[in-house]
């Protein structure tokens, strides 16, 4: 599981990134929609939804199930009016949260990020992710983490296609408070 969770952050914490846009342009092809893909030798599945929030940012909802729910997080994408990057925030459900910047290589269409994520232990870890073949049908990731110095890969995922991401429709109004 600790692996799994491990992939999750790198995962959610990665979408597609780019120069002068926001985040809403950069990730329109997904944006409500919900993407699913398979861990590598187990039987663990991420499931990722993407929607659209005010002011071109992004909110990217995670969770993991194996096979009932076991782990989930959220980032916000937003673009950086001083860099024009792509800069992420992710939230985990374990109490741990990360950071980084995203560059996007338009004629390539690869995206790649770094992490730092802090996690509720208070132990540092980074990694980083390249994401391309992105459409409404999926999108492809290479995850890696940092090991004693080196990059080692974690996981090479397809994700596809799951259905649409619930969103602020979605959430019911409150009762009366009269």
């Known amino acids: ?3 799994i969770a491990i992939v999750a952050v790198i995962l959610s914490a990665a979408a597609p990134a780019a ?13 409500g929609s919900c993407y699913s893909a398979a861990f ?5 599945v991420n499931v990722q939804c993407f929607e659209s929030l005010a002011g071109g940012f992004v909110r990217n909802r995670h969770a993991v199930f194996a ?7 959220e ?13 992420f925030r992710y939230f985990s459900g374990a109490g741990g949260a990360g ?14 990020v770094e992490q730092r994520h802090v996690r509720a232990d208070g132990r540092v ?3 980083r992710g390249r994401f391309h073949d992105m459409d409404s049908g999926g999108f492809s990731a290479v995850n890696e983490r940092l090991r004693d110095g080196e990059w080692v890969e974690v ?3 397809r994700y596809r296609y799951a259905g649409p991401a619930p969103g602020m429709a979605d959430i019911p109004p409150p009762e009366s408070a009269e």
Do not use: C
């Open 1 to 3: 599981m600790k692996r």
């Open 19 to 31: 120069a002068q846009q926001d985040a809403a342009e950069v990730f329109a092809p997904l944006l």
């Open 40 to 44: 590598p030798r187990t039987e663990a």
């Open 67 to 73: 096979p009932a729910r076991v782990y989930e997080g």
């Open 75 to 87: 980032t916000l994408y937003h673009r950086d009016a001083e860099t024009g990057r792509i800069l």
């Open 99 to 112: 950071e980084g910047p995203g560059d996007w290589d338009a004629v390539n269409g690869i995206l790649s």
């Open 125 to 127: 870890e980074h990694f």
């Open 155 to 157: 996981a090479r995922m």
